[in-house]
């Protein structure tokens, strides 16, 4: 039997196992052998990492063939209009091509959500919502790209789901194993 592991990775912390002397990786959150990350979460974005032992299903996850959606939790400064979130929707003309159309709306901040360390810069005179995107692809650092390209720069990335899994319960630095 395969096993994925689901982590809420921090803020900072790198998507490897092995040390860079910079940043907390992995391995000071997850001492379970033989598990492999499936895909990458940059070092300044939060949230949903999976890990397995099946190579088969890490090729699954990350291959862009297979469209397995992957929903963020994107606190942006400003307020989206619905101009912005058309254009979300329609896909975003960026440097290395168009993004596929995004399934997104305005949310009002998580529930569960968790303080990050370091906060998030705050401007008294510019408010700061919250969206809701999936995405079906990963072009590096594409959220983040995609909500720029619109006028709305990401301020804090979490991602919150990848097919039928997700965060709740998890708090960050926590997972959980299952078995697939």
Known sequence: MNRILLFNKPYGVICQFSRDGMHPTLADYIAVPDVY????????????????DDGKLQHQITDPKHKLPKTYWVQVEGI????????LRHGVKLKDG????????????PASLWPRTPPIRFRANI??????????????RQV????????????????YRIGDWNLDGLEPGGWRLEQT
């Open 98 to 109: 168009m993004t596929l159309p995004a399934e997104t709306g305005v949310i009002e901040e």
């Open 80 to 87: 989206p209009d619905e101009a912005a979130l058309e254009s």
């Open 37 to 52: 990350p499936a895909g990458r979460l940059d070092t300044d974005s939060e949230g949903l990492l999976l890990l397995t």
């Open 144 to 159: 983040r790209r995609m909500t720029a390209a619109v006028g709305f720069p990401t301020l804090r990335l979490i991602r």
């Open 127 to 140: 408010p700061a919502s919250w969206l809701e995107l999936t995405i079906c692809e990963g072009k590096n």
